[in-house]
């Protein structure tokens, strides 16, 4: 089981920071994790994924200088920093556990999504 929270309203150019907690510590270690996002009216994407160890992380074109993914294996949590927020980065985030420890699948591989948090950004 999983648990997404930190989301909520905040103004263009503020920031959140959103965690995603495991129940089950061996659900977490040996695999990637991602941060996804759907906005209204579309679909949902990858937002940002980091690799078991964190040596390997990535971000979609237009989080990538404002967004921050990390990861603590102690807690069984990923992080998402946003700072700088823009009003389209308004949607429900979700985090989801990889199927191996370095890759990050589409959207559409997944079967199964937690409840999401929801981040609003004010203009």
């Known amino acids: 089981q999983l648990v997404e929270s930190g989301g909520g309203l905040v103004q263009a150019g503020g920031s959140l920071r959103l965690s995603c907690t495991v129940s089950?510590?061996?659900?977490?270690?040996?695999?990637?994790w991602g941060w996804f996002r759907q906005a209204p009216g579309k679909g949902r994407e990858v937002v940002a994924a980091?690799?078991?160890?964190?040596?390997?992380?990535s971000y979609t074109e237009a989080v990538k200088t404002r967004f921050t993914i990390s990861r603590d294996n102690a807690k069984n949590t990923i992080y998402l920093q946003m700072n700088d927020m823009k009003f389209e980065d308004t949607a429900v985030y979700y985090c989801?556990?990889?199927?191996?420890?370095?890759?990050?699948?589409?959207?559409?591989?997944?079967?199964?999504w937690g409840q999401g948090t929801q981040v609003t950004v004010s203009s």
């Open positions: 980091i690799s078991w160890n964190g040596a390997t992380i």
């Open positions: 089950e510590e061996e659900l977490f270690d040996d695999y990637a």
């Open positions: 989801n556990r990889g199927f191996t420890r370095t890759t990050m699948p589409p959207p559409a591989s997944f079967s199964w």
